[in-house]
């Protein structure tokens, strides 16, 4: 299943949106998704692809690992 | 705009998206209630009104999709389009509402061919078995797919 209510998937996409002062929906336009999109991973609702995941911290300017981390 | 708050042409094209697949949904279980209340010889008032009822929810639904065809021909419209059809999200979710609603008809099916045909095999007639399957099967595509889009 590729819901994910429980998160597999810690991440830190609001913190590093933040601080490079973007929104969601800015970050959707550059990753070619929709706002939902950021907002529904943001909240770990779902699990992006590694191509989105890769996109995302491009845009960020962080690696991939300091966007999204295991769960102790 | 706040950074989560919805953007006009999101608000515009989430409520036309709902009323899309809400009247289809109505649509089709109204359709299947006619032919059951046919098929089990009930009051005639009830299979006038639901056949009724269905169609002026299918009319809706026609009305949404040339509301929706009319949104995505504007500017906003357009660029929004662009990125619904790049998100990788919305495609999972279209493919799970998908499987619930194909998943949901194989049931039905199973069912009603243990039930009706051990207990009335004259209850199990196609227009029934047609509408119903469809019904049960658009109706939970379509509530599967508002609850993953609208979290």
Redesign the interface.
Known sequence: MSTNDDPRLLNKLKVRRAMKDMTQDALAKQIGVTRKSVNSIENGHFVPSTELALKMAQVLECTVEELFQLPD | ?S??Q??PI?QRVDANQRLVAFSAATGSILLAIQHIVIEAHGPEWLSVSSSMASAAAWLLFLVAMFKNQRIFKTEDGKA?RA??E?????Q?IQ??AFTWGFAVMLMIQVVMILTFSFFDPHFLSIPVAATSTMAGGIGIAVLRYQI??S?
Not at chain 2, 86 to 90: K, R
Request: proline residues 0%; aromatic residues 10%; negative net charge.
């Open positions: 705009m950074n989560t919805l953007s999101e929004y990125q619904l790049g998100d990788e999200i919305l999972r493919k799970e993953l889009w979290r």
